[in-house]
């Protein structure tokens, strides 16, 4: 998942200081209450550091602790901008299915349309929107591919299954 519509600039100056806007917590809360919906729920929640993407990890922990999850969102110092987004996903996929299996990524672009493309093999021509979710299961052994489960459009709130 890409964080959400986050302030142009912040106080600090600092580009990782830069919070969510008002419309992006309504656009982060909507998606996620579609997650709870279409009980699509993350059983792990990992994020990047970055105010933004803690933010959108937090909305989300939160919908889906009302659907009973008990979790606490995970700071993922490989999800800031830049730094290897993979690792974090091969890490997960050691770690056992049971492991890898629901877990959310909260972090960044271009970093993460790099991830789907490198995981699925084709180009992802959509880019990642803000609030964005790419939903996929990890094919076995660890540095193969994955298969897409759906894509959440932020823009029409819709979950979009593959047709494939």
Do not use: C, N, Y
């Not at 964080?3 to 919070?19: F, L, P, Q």
């Amino acid at each position: 998942m890409r964080h959400g519509v986050a302030e142009d600039h912040a106080s600090t100056g600092r580009d990782e200081d830069r919070a969510l806007t008002a419309s992006g917590r309504a656009g982060v809360r909507d998606v996620a209450m579609l997650l709870a919906r279409e009980g699509e729920m993350p059983r792990r929640i990992l994020a990047s550091p970055l105010v933004r993407a803690a933010q959108t990890a937090e909305i989300v922990a939160a919908a889906a602790k009302a659907a009973g999850w008990d979790g606490a969102v995970e700071t993922v110092r490989d999800l800031s901008p830049g730094r290897p987004t993979r690792r974090v996903v091969d890490g997960l996929r050691d770690s056992g299915a049971d492991v890898a299996d629901g877990a959310l990524i909260v972090g960044h672009e271009p970093d993460l349309s790099g991830l789907v493309h490198a995981l699925l093999g084709d180009p992802f021509e959509l880019g990642m929107d803000k609030a964005m979710v790419v939903a996929f299961e990890l094919e076995a052994p660890p540095g193969s591919g994955a298969t897409l489960r759906f894509i959440v459009d932020p823009r029409t709130v819709s979950l979009i299954r593959d047709q494939r």
